[in-house]
């Protein structure tokens, strides 16, 4: 699993769901802005326990929801880095109960679908009754609600939602066995024309960096290149799940199909060098006609 950048996300100065917010001269904000900073200045240099006292007490002072669910998100990370998944769970889960229209339940929902997708995540140590009730949930199977609710949750530009689609898609054709349906989930992102997308995203997984200040322009490039991104993933998850190690013959007519249906596309390039390594493998049996991806 790829890991995440802990820096505090998107604070005040920073565009949040389409909003600027601005630093007003309240005191409480003033505070609550120097204990965020604090945490994630102690985040980014791992030192993890301090950040999650300095983040526990910004969230104690914190004056508005959106103030709390910016900082429960900063903990939930938190706890990712201390490797108490458990507890970044227990987190997540508590900014959908508590602020089910914060603009982070799309990002929050990825992140809960990505955790219970795996399968060792909890510390040897986690003995306590919740915290085993978790451990026997995580499974590719019960991440896949986590990641429906990403999609419905997003807006119509979202590169979480479209992140959550690629991750659908995989547990569909990887461990559910439901290959046509996955296989069309990864062709609707591979197709994509990042040209249509023509309004800012704010966050996703593409990210260097959890900071989305810019001018509009700036923002719908942002927003293209990672949707670039997730469109050259499924690509190649298209051309991957092509290819049936036990199955040489149904590889090659796979490979073909791409080829055919995407002929002037990155897919078929990639497509034809996986389908001459197979070829060049003495027992594969070509077969007589070609079916369908």
């Known amino acids: 699993m790829k890991a995440r950048s802990l820096l505090a996300p998107w604070l005040l100065s920073l565009v949040l769901s389409g909003v600027v917010v601005a630093v007003a001269d309240d005191t409480a904000v003033r505070d609550w802005w120097a204990k965020t900073e604090k945490a994630a200045y102690l985040a980014s240099r791992a ?89 026997a949930e995580m499974t590719p199977a019960n991440s896949l609600p986590y990641f429906r609710k990403a999609i419905d949750a997003a807006p119509r530009v979202n590169a979480w939602a479209r992140a959550a689609k690629l991750q659908i898609a995989g547990i569909l054709v990887a461990v559910e ?66 290819v049936i190690p036990s199955d040489p013959a149904a590889s090659v007519a796979n490979l073909r199909e791409l080829i055919r249906t995407y002929p002037d596309s990155d897919i078929a390039s990639m497509a034809e060098n996986r389908l001459q390594e197979i070829l060049r493998t003495p027992s594969t049996s070509l077969p007589s006609t070609d079916s369908a991806l």
């Open 47 to 135: 030192r993890y326990a301090d950040a999650l006292l300095a983040y526990q007490q910004a969230l104690a002072i914190a004056p508005a929801d959106e103030y709390r669910a910016d900082t429960l998100l900063s903990t939930a990370q938190v706890y990712e880095g201390l490797r108490d998944r458990y507890a970044a769970i227990a987190t997540y889960k508590r900014i959908l109960s508590d602020y089910p229209l914060s603009p982070h339940v799309p990002r929050v929902c990825f992140r809960l679908g990505e955790l219970y997708s795996c399968i060792t995540l909890l510390p040897a140590d986690a003995s306590d009754k919740d915290a085993a009730t978790v451990a």
């Open 177 to 242: 066995g439901k290959r046509d349906e996955g296989i069309a989930i990864l062709r609707e992102v591979a197709t994509l024309d990042i040209y249509d997308i023509t309004e800012p995203d704010y966050g996703g997984p593409f990210l260097d960096s959890p900071r989305i200040s810019g001018t509009r322009s700036e923002l719908i490039d942002l927003a293209r290149t990672q949707a670039l991104k997730a469109r050259d993933n499924a690509r190649k998850a298209l051309v991957h799940y092509a």
